[in-house]
């Protein structure tokens, strides 16, 4: 393939010719070089609460200036956010907002913190980067909502201008990423693992999807390599599925199935497991591993109480995350 480039950026090591794109449609061989087509030009710009990331270990009651880019490297069958996350850049209404733009309007919003979410922040990874900076040097903090799918170098990196990050990790099988995401489930869980060792405020979220990766053993296998790899203070959120793109068959995730993977994690001895996208359970509050005591109340999105000092319960017991 004459003048042809490969990516590096991600697993999928695409190789594309001139004036072709990768997989994740957003990265373009220009005469030899690749160019990131939506850097500074972002699809979808909201100032939301941190608990929806879903962060709830990391400045709770604070807005969170949220961003995404079109496109994704993932095709998950299931995606959400799918009508900008699997389209050409393209076809997607898009704002001007270069990097400092975005800072200064988090600012403006009096955001405690910039979040690289909704699409993901591995395929618009320069624009992630630069602004990721400009927010460091004006008291800002990063967040990174995804999926984990990026090679070690550039995994590195985003890692040491962040300061939390919520991470999909969709199934514990190679099997569902490569069907469901078409992905493997390697590199993601070598990106978990590097995330927990950078030092950043770490939570992992599992979408349960009925028939898919719902059953007993896939949970318990779930939770045991969470312990075993990151550690019981890792807060879990099992997460409820809905259907949307192409499984509109599957219906929404029982919230008894939900409540079971909650009971699973906690007997397996995880210190924070939460239920998501699902109001009438539980799984909601923190409370203290050591203790017991309620250290916070959340409803739906907002945190309503906190009982937190110094990032300790008053048993002295610390709690794991940042908190002001």
Known sequence: MSNAVQCELCPKFCIIGHGESGDCRVRINIDGKLVATTFGFPCAVHCDPVEKKPLY????????????????????????????????????????LPPADVVSNALKY????IAYTYTEP???YEYTCETAKIAKEKNLKNILVTAGYINPKPWAKMLSLADAANINLKGISDDFYRKICGATIKPVLNAIIKAA???IV???????????????????????????????EIPLHFLRFFPHYKMKNLPP????????AWD????????????????????????????????VR???????????????CSCGKEIYGLWN
């Not at 995730?253 to 079971?260: A, I, Q, Y």
């Not at 007997?267 to 005591?293: R, W």
Request: with cysteine; glycine share 6%; charged share 25%.
């Open 57 to 96: 270990h990391f400045l709770p009651n604070t807005k969170a200036f949220s961003i995404a880019a079109a496109g994704c490297n993932l095709h998950c069958l299931n995606c959400q956010n799918w009508e900008i996350s699997q389209c050409n850049p393209e076809d997607s209404e898009a704002y001007s």
């Open 110 to 113: 009096e955001a405690a913190s």
């Open 122 to 124: 591995v395929v618009f």
């Open 197 to 199: 060792e950078s030092g």
């Open 202 to 232: 770490l939570e992992v979220s599992n979408l349960i999807i009925p028939t898919l990766n719902d059953k007993e053993d896939d949970i318990k296998k779930l939770v045991k390599w969470i312990k075993f790899n990151l550690g019981k």
């Open 253 to 260: 995730t029982p919230p008894k199935m939900l409540e079971n």
């Open 264 to 295: 699973i994690a906690k007997e397996e001895g995880l210190a924070y497991v939460y239920i998501g996208n699902l109001l009438d359970s539980k799984g909601h509050d923190t409370d203290c591993p050591a203790c017991g005591k309620k250290l």
């Open 298 to 312: 959340r409803v739906g999105m907002t945190t309503t109480e906190v009982n937190i000092k110094n990032g300790k």
